[in-house]
């Protein structure tokens, strides 16, 4: 059985930091390219960072500079670190392959608020 679990979020005031992780089961983790996702109140779910399975990376603009994707495929884990967090990257944050193929896990909440 598939499945992805989200972990790592919280309340940050901005400018905080928070490392995210996804734990992947059930899968081939290392053959796929992995992106993180994050859906605001309101708004539709969009892609933030990608990683291809060797590790070449990219970003939405609106995190570039800021957030740092990475994987550790030996256990089968995906990382997001979120540096200088601003109230606009308040959201659900969840994972996936890059083509959104898997299920959707239950995400995790980041909070960024004084």
């Known amino acids: 059985q598939v499945q992805l679990v989200e972990s790592g979020g919280g309340l940050v005031q901005p400018g905080g930091s928070l490392r995210l992780s996804c734990a992947a089961s059930g899968v081939i983790f290392s053959i796929y390219a992995m992106g993180w996702y994050r859906q605001a109140p309101g708004k539709q779910r969009e892609l933030v960072a990608r990683?291809?399975?060797?590790?070449?990376?990219n970003y939405a603009d609106s995190v570039k500079g800021r957030f740092t994707i990475s994987r550790d495929n030996v256990k089968n884990t995906m990382y997001l670190q979120m540096n200088s967090l601003r109230p606009e990257d308040t959201a659900v944050y969840y994972c996936?392959?890059?083509?959104?193929?898997?299920?959707w896990g239950q995400g995790t909440q980041v909070t960024v608020s004084s």
């Open positions: 996936n392959t890059a083509l959104e193929g898997l299920s």
């Open positions: 990683i291809t399975s060797g590790g070449r990376t």
